[in-house]
């Protein structure tokens, strides 16, 4: 038998009112995945985890966890499935009249844990997330990023197959983000946790999530490996919520771009091993010209370069031009002539 | 000051405090689990039952838009039933529970609906019960305010407890009427006064101290 997704949403729909929520959504996650649920905001990307633990219901479809249909299930029924569901949310909605150990403890209390072995638990997750000696303190003393820690062990610690991240670095500084990120990461890999998170910061999934998916109003626009969608987007939503990790022509050059002039400016969009090929050497030696890097640069994508570079030919000559474009079709992932350059930008 | 009056106002204190005392904790019996009902009956509440709702929040605006005196009066016959007199200590604390009850499930009700539902939720998330989610949240959360609603329900009570005088319920209100109004004793209604003060100082203080002690956010 094959092992069946840890989460299976199946043509779910979720209207309110007349508006679509979610519009018939298929997705399947397998155990141990890390996946970026992305979207800008009123995209449904809240309303989607919400049907996950049955906070929310979809009006047709199925949502399976773990092979159990809950889409019919009562509250109370749903009840142990959500024990079995961790989640963190953006605002970490620890209980202020409780101490850091209790927040913690309280899944366990839920789930009849006898004090004793909730006492050790606790302090084993407090361990984990590095804040063993905080057991006993009021959250409201704590930092965004410490809270957010004793959120994750909170999720984590009835053992749940899956921990499901509202926007939880959304309100985090850059540095306790990483911090976070790092955390999570380290859960997925060291407890096989299967992790879905959404945010609108594509930085985000970009960090620790193997597979994207996109939600623009309700519906999946995009999908797959994060580094293939990363590298080449096929979505609008997908290219605009790209946009700041792409490097984009200065003004002043863009400025100076005509349809005719001494250098022609292409741009060219790598991804993976071809992000490490000599291409100003590749082009030079197919124009006999030196070729120029205007503007651009790599990032990663978990160990997977990607990268946007815009390289002006060292000729205008259309012949030319053509032949390198044929020759680097094939290695790239896109590339595109933009016009002329002045020979000194 | 004679002897007798210092007695007279002792005596005065003493009632007060019992009618208070015993009223005050029958209201928060009966006003905290009639706010959580209140609260969790509500359109969205986690035992929604809107209709329940409606008849309840009826029932307490009603209680709560008659002048005390006149429930005095009102509940004579009730009063009667339950405690066997229309008159004393014992008859004051019926009508008094009944109109500070309503009035502080009011007051708390405030209080457990400045619970945020995103906390709700994620303790819906962790797959609490309802009866769960009563106990770990809502009351823990919202008891600071529950405190202090309760210490101002008490001051108002001290305040009703005078009118009470008027069934023959005794306390400093009624030795203030008697003494010091009817009779022109003016530094009788002065100690009152100053008791009273020095009363309601005190109730309010413990209140807003233990409201600070058990307050983390």
């Known amino acids: ?345 | 000051m004679s002897q007798a009056m210092f007695d007279l106002l002792l005596r005065g204190l003493n009632e007060t405090i019992i009618m208070t005392g015993i009223s005050g904790a029958l209201s928060f019996l009966i006003g905290l689990p009639l706010a959580l009902i209140l609260v969790t009956t509500d359109r969205g509440g986690i035992f929604e039952a809107v209709a329940v709702n409606r008849i309840l929040g009826g029932i307490v605006n009603a209680l709560r838009s008659v002048p005390f005196i006149i429930l005095l009066v009102a509940l004579i016959p009730l009063t009667r039933l339950l405690v066997g007199s229309a008159i004393g200590i014992w008859a004051a604390i019926v009508p008094l529970t009944i109109a500070a009850a309503p009035y502080f499930a009011r007051v708390a009700e405030v209080s457990l609906r400045e619970v945020e539902r995103p906390l709700i939720d994620a303790a819906r998330s962790m797959g609490a019960t309802r009866w769960t989610i009563l106990r770990e949240v809502l009351i823990p959360e919202s008891l600071p305010g529950i405190v202090s609603g309760f210490t101002v329900t008490l001051v108002t009570l001290i305040g009703a407890s005078a009118m009470a005088g008027a069934v023959g319920a005794g306390g400093l209100g009624d030795i203030a009427i008697r003494y010091g109004y009817q009779r022109f004793q003016t530094e009788v209604m002065v100690s009152v006064v100053v008791i009273l003060i020095v009363l309601v100082c005190g109730i309010q203080w413990i209140g807003d101290w233990l409201a600070r002690r058990i307050d983390h956010r």
């Not at chain 1, 009249?97 to 050790?120: E, S």
């Not at chain 1, 970009?206 to 519906?219: H, N, P, T």
Request: aromatic letters at 2%; one cysteine or more; glycine letters at 8%.
């Open chain 1, 1 to 345: 038998m094959t092992e069946h997704p840890v989460v299976l949403l199946d043509h779910v729909t979720r209207r309110f009112t007349d508006m679509p929520a979610l519009d018939d959504i298929t997705l399947s996650i397998a155990k141990g995945e890390i996946v970026g649920l992305i979207g800008r905001s009123g995209a449904g990307k809240s309303t989607l985890i919400r049907c996950l633990n049955g906070l929310d219901k979809p009006q047709e479809g199925r949502v399976v966890i773990d092979g159990l249909d809950i889409t019919p299930l009562s509250e109370q029924a749903l009840q142990p499935v959500r024990r079995r569901i961790g989640m963190i949310f953006q605002h970490f909605n620890l209980l202020s009249a409780k101490t850091v150990a209790d927040n913690v403890a309280l899944p366990l209390k839920i789930a009849g844990v006898g004090a004793a072995a909730r006492r050790k638990r606790v302090m084993e997750l407090l361990d984990l997330v590095g804040l063993a000696d905080k057991a006993d303190t009021w959250p409201a003393r704590l930092s965004g990023g410490q809270k957010q820690r004793v959120g994750i062990a909170r999720a984590l610690a009835s053992d749940p197959l899956l921990l499901l991240s509202d926007e939880a670095t959304s309100a985090l500084d850059p540095e306790t983000t990483q911090g976070v990120l790092d955390l999570l990461a380290r859960v997925n890999r060291d407890l096989g946790v299967t992790i879905l998170m959404i945010t609108h910061e594509i930085e985000v999934v970009r960090q620790i999530a193997g597979r994207v998916v996109v939600l623009d109003r309700g519906r999946i626009v995009e999908e797959g490996p994060v580094a293939r969608v990363m590298a080449s987007p096929q979505a609008d939503t997908t290219k605009s919520l790209l946009r700041g990790l792409s490097p984009i022509l200065p003004r002043d050059v863009a400025d100076r771009i005509t349809p005719d002039g001494d250098q022609a400016l292409i741009r060219v969009d790598v991804y993976g091993p071809d992000a490490r090929r000599p291409l100003l050497d590749d082009i030079a030696r197919i124009t006999g010209r030196p070729a120029r890097l205007v503007h651009g640069g790599l990032n990663d994508v978990q160990g997977e370069p990607y990268g946007r570079m815009f390289i002006a030919l060292g000729t205008s000559d259309p012949d030319s031009m053509r032949r390198v474009v044929a020759a680097l079709s094939p290695k790239t992932t896109a590339i595109e002539v933009l016009g002329h350059v002045p020979g000194d930008v």
